[in-house]
T-cell receptor, first 109, second 112 residues
Framework: GQQVMQIPQYQHVQEGEDFTTYCNSS?????IQWYKQRPGGHPVFLIQ???SGEVKKQKRLTFQFGEAKKNSSLHITATQTTDVGTYFC?????????WGLGTSLAVNP | DAGITQSPRHKVTETGTPVTLRCHQT?????MYWYRQDPGHGLRLIHY???????DKGEVSDGYSVSRSKTEDFLLTLESATSSQTSVYFC???????????FGPGTRLTVT
Protein backbone atom coordinates (compact mmCIF):
# COMPACT_ATOMS: atom_id res chain seq x y z
CA GLY A 1 0.00 0.00 0.00
CA GLN A 2 0.93 3.63 -0.20
CA GLN A 3 3.55 4.74 2.30
CA VAL A 4 5.08 8.03 3.14
CA MET A 5 8.61 7.98 4.48
CA GLN A 6 10.00 10.88 6.44
CA ILE A 7 13.69 11.52 6.95
CA PRO A 8 15.52 12.15 9.12
CA GLN A 9 13.77 10.73 12.17
CA TYR A 10 15.63 13.10 14.50
CA GLN A 11 17.68 16.22 14.01
CA HIS A 12 19.63 18.29 16.49
CA VAL A 13 20.75 21.71 15.34
CA GLN A 14 22.38 24.74 16.87
CA GLU A 15 20.14 27.77 16.99
CA GLY A 16 20.63 29.73 13.80
CA GLU A 17 21.39 26.71 11.65
CA ASP A 18 19.07 25.61 8.87
CA PHE A 19 16.94 22.47 9.01
CA THR A 20 15.30 20.35 6.34
CA THR A 21 12.96 17.39 6.58
CA TYR A 22 11.88 15.27 3.66
CA CYS A 23 8.77 13.31 2.88
CA ASN A 24 9.10 10.64 0.19
CA SER A 25 6.66 8.34 -1.52
CA SER A 26 7.10 5.54 -4.04
CA UNK A 27 3.84 6.54 -5.72
CA UNK A 28 2.57 9.84 -7.07
CA UNK A 29 0.77 11.94 -4.49
CA UNK A 30 -2.23 14.10 -5.29
CA UNK A 31 -1.50 16.38 -2.35
CA ILE A 32 0.67 16.68 0.72
CA GLN A 33 0.10 18.41 4.04
CA TRP A 34 2.57 19.41 6.74
CA TYR A 35 1.91 19.65 10.46
CA LYS A 36 3.90 20.71 13.51
CA GLN A 37 3.50 19.22 16.96
CA ARG A 38 5.14 20.93 19.92
CA PRO A 39 6.22 18.70 22.82
CA GLY A 40 3.12 17.84 24.86
CA GLY A 41 0.85 19.46 22.28
CA HIS A 42 -1.33 18.44 19.40
CA PRO A 43 -0.53 18.50 15.67
CA VAL A 44 -1.18 21.85 14.06
CA PHE A 45 -1.76 22.22 10.33
CA LEU A 46 0.91 24.26 8.54
CA ILE A 47 0.39 24.01 4.79
CA GLN A 48 -1.11 22.07 1.92
CA UNK A 49 0.63 21.53 -1.42
CA UNK A 50 -1.18 20.20 -4.48
CA UNK A 51 0.68 21.37 -7.60
CA SER A 52 3.77 19.84 -9.15
CA GLY A 53 6.84 21.90 -8.26
CA GLU A 54 4.85 24.10 -5.89
CA VAL A 55 6.81 26.22 -3.42
CA LYS A 56 5.18 28.02 -0.53
CA LYS A 57 6.75 30.15 2.17
CA GLN A 58 5.69 31.03 5.66
CA LYS A 59 8.23 33.40 7.17
CA ARG A 60 11.33 31.23 7.75
CA LEU A 61 9.61 28.03 6.55
CA THR A 62 9.75 26.96 2.91
CA PHE A 63 7.64 24.07 1.66
CA GLN A 64 8.23 22.37 -1.65
CA PHE A 65 6.38 19.71 -3.64
CA GLY A 66 8.52 17.80 -6.10
CA GLU A 67 8.05 17.96 -9.84
CA ALA A 68 7.07 14.30 -9.94
CA LYS A 69 4.81 14.76 -6.89
CA LYS A 70 6.55 11.91 -5.09
CA ASN A 71 8.40 13.95 -2.52
CA SER A 72 8.17 17.09 -0.49
CA SER A 73 10.41 19.07 1.80
CA LEU A 74 10.11 21.50 4.65
CA HIS A 75 13.06 23.83 5.13
CA ILE A 76 13.52 26.13 8.10
CA THR A 77 16.02 28.94 7.74
CA ALA A 78 17.93 30.07 10.83
CA THR A 79 16.20 27.87 13.36
CA GLN A 80 14.97 29.28 16.64
CA THR A 81 14.11 27.53 19.89
CA THR A 82 10.45 28.06 19.04
CA ASP A 83 10.88 25.66 16.10
CA VAL A 84 11.34 22.71 18.47
CA GLY A 85 8.84 19.95 17.86
CA THR A 86 7.94 17.13 15.52
CA TYR A 87 7.08 17.83 11.91
CA PHE A 88 4.72 15.46 10.16
CA CYS A 89 3.66 15.10 6.58
CA UNK A 90 0.59 13.32 5.28
CA UNK A 91 -1.02 12.61 1.94
CA UNK A 92 -4.18 11.04 0.62
CA UNK A 93 -7.82 11.94 0.83
CA UNK A 94 -10.41 12.60 3.50
CA UNK A 95 -11.10 8.90 3.96
CA UNK A 96 -7.55 7.66 3.90
CA UNK A 97 -4.65 9.83 4.91
CA UNK A 98 -1.19 8.33 5.07
CA TRP A 99 0.99 9.90 7.75
CA GLY A 100 4.74 9.97 7.91
CA LEU A 101 6.32 9.06 11.26
CA GLY A 102 7.60 12.57 11.72
CA THR A 103 10.94 14.32 12.17
CA SER A 104 11.72 15.50 15.67
CA LEU A 105 13.71 18.72 15.77
CA ALA A 106 15.76 19.78 18.78
CA VAL A 107 17.36 23.21 18.81
CA ASN A 108 20.29 24.01 21.09
CA PRO A 109 20.29 27.65 22.19
CA ASP B 1 -7.80 27.16 17.11
CA ALA B 2 -10.76 25.23 15.74
CA GLY B 3 -13.59 24.58 18.18
CA ILE B 4 -12.74 21.05 19.13
CA THR B 5 -12.56 19.64 22.63
CA GLN B 6 -11.84 16.25 24.09
CA SER B 7 -12.90 14.77 27.40
CA PRO B 8 -11.54 13.60 29.66
CA ARG B 9 -8.05 15.03 29.17
CA HIS B 10 -6.47 12.43 31.41
CA LYS B 11 -7.71 9.06 32.56
CA VAL B 12 -6.28 6.15 34.47
CA THR B 13 -8.27 2.94 34.33
CA GLU B 14 -7.81 -0.73 35.10
CA THR B 15 -7.47 -3.55 32.62
CA GLY B 16 -10.83 -4.96 31.61
CA THR B 17 -12.89 -1.86 32.30
CA PRO B 18 -14.84 -0.04 29.60
CA VAL B 19 -13.72 3.47 28.68
CA THR B 20 -15.39 6.11 26.52
CA LEU B 21 -13.61 9.16 25.18
CA ARG B 22 -15.58 12.07 23.80
CA CYS B 23 -14.76 14.47 21.00
CA HIS B 24 -16.93 17.55 20.57
CA GLN B 25 -16.74 20.09 17.75
CA THR B 26 -18.49 23.38 17.14
CA UNK B 27 -17.36 23.75 13.51
CA UNK B 28 -20.09 21.60 11.92
CA UNK B 29 -17.38 19.70 10.05
CA UNK B 30 -18.38 16.56 8.23
CA UNK B 31 -15.36 14.39 8.96
CA MET B 32 -14.15 13.34 12.38
CA TYR B 33 -11.24 11.07 13.23
CA TRP B 34 -9.78 9.23 16.18
CA TYR B 35 -6.02 8.68 16.27
CA ARG B 36 -3.67 7.18 18.78
CA GLN B 37 -0.11 8.38 19.13
CA ASP B 38 2.65 6.24 20.55
CA PRO B 39 6.42 6.80 20.52
CA GLY B 40 7.93 5.50 17.30
CA HIS B 41 4.56 4.99 15.62
CA GLY B 42 3.47 8.48 14.76
CA LEU B 43 -0.26 9.02 14.34
CA ARG B 44 -2.33 5.92 13.65
CA LEU B 45 -5.94 6.12 12.59
CA ILE B 46 -8.38 4.12 14.71
CA HIS B 47 -11.75 5.01 13.20
CA TYR B 48 -13.21 7.88 11.30
CA UNK B 49 -16.66 9.24 10.51
CA UNK B 50 -17.87 10.87 7.31
CA UNK B 51 -21.28 11.83 8.63
CA UNK B 52 -23.86 11.11 11.30
CA UNK B 53 -24.06 7.35 11.79
CA UNK B 54 -21.44 6.85 9.05
CA UNK B 55 -18.19 5.42 10.33
CA ASP B 56 -15.37 3.27 9.05
CA LYS B 57 -12.32 1.50 10.38
CA GLY B 58 -8.79 2.78 10.32
CA GLU B 59 -5.55 0.86 10.49
CA VAL B 60 -5.69 0.00 14.23
CA SER B 61 -9.40 -0.49 14.92
CA ASP B 62 -9.27 -3.78 16.85
CA GLY B 63 -10.52 -3.33 20.40
CA TYR B 64 -12.20 0.00 19.63
CA SER B 65 -15.67 1.04 18.60
CA VAL B 66 -17.10 4.44 17.72
CA SER B 67 -20.42 6.18 17.47
CA ARG B 68 -21.61 9.41 15.94
CA SER B 69 -25.23 10.19 16.67
CA LYS B 70 -24.82 13.95 16.21
CA THR B 71 -22.63 16.00 13.89
CA GLU B 72 -20.80 17.56 16.80
CA ASP B 73 -19.95 14.45 18.83
CA PHE B 74 -17.75 11.47 18.06
CA LEU B 75 -17.30 8.87 20.78
CA LEU B 76 -14.51 6.33 21.04
CA THR B 77 -15.14 3.29 23.24
CA LEU B 78 -12.71 0.74 24.52
CA GLU B 79 -15.03 -2.12 25.45
CA SER B 80 -12.46 -3.81 27.69
CA ALA B 81 -9.32 -1.77 28.10
CA THR B 82 -5.92 -3.46 27.85
CA SER B 83 -2.47 -2.18 28.75
CA SER B 84 -1.58 -2.02 25.05
CA GLN B 85 -4.21 0.71 24.71
CA THR B 86 -2.26 3.03 26.97
CA SER B 87 -1.65 5.94 24.64
CA VAL B 88 -2.44 9.52 23.79
CA TYR B 89 -5.67 9.76 21.81
CA PHE B 90 -6.34 12.64 19.46
CA CYS B 91 -9.55 13.58 17.78
CA UNK B 92 -9.41 15.54 14.53
CA UNK B 93 -11.96 17.20 12.28
CA UNK B 94 -12.06 18.12 8.62
CA UNK B 95 -14.62 20.06 6.65
CA UNK B 96 -14.32 17.92 3.54
CA UNK B 97 -13.45 20.94 1.40
CA UNK B 98 -9.71 20.33 1.75
CA UNK B 99 -7.43 17.84 3.43
CA UNK B 100 -6.36 19.88 6.41
CA UNK B 101 -7.28 18.44 9.77
CA UNK B 102 -7.73 20.28 13.05
CA PHE B 103 -6.82 18.40 16.16
CA GLY B 104 -8.19 18.41 19.66
CA PRO B 105 -5.88 18.75 22.67
CA GLY B 106 -5.68 14.99 23.22
CA THR B 107 -6.55 12.52 25.96
CA ARG B 108 -3.82 10.74 27.83
CA LEU B 109 -5.12 7.28 28.75
CA THR B 110 -3.27 4.93 31.07
CA VAL B 111 -4.48 1.37 31.50
CA THR B 112 -2.98 -0.34 34.56
Amino acid sequence: GQQVMQIPQYQHVQEGEDFTTYCNSSTTLSNIQWYKQRPGGHPVFLIQLVKSGEVKKQKRLTFQFGEAKKNSSLHITATQTTDVGTYFCNAGNNRKLIWGLGTSLAVNP
Amino acid sequence: DAGITQSPRHKVTETGTPVTLRCHQTENHRYMYWYRQDPGHGLRLIHYSYGVKDTDKGEVSDGYSVSRSKTEDFLLTLESATSSQTSVYFCAINSGNSYEQYFGPGTRLTVT
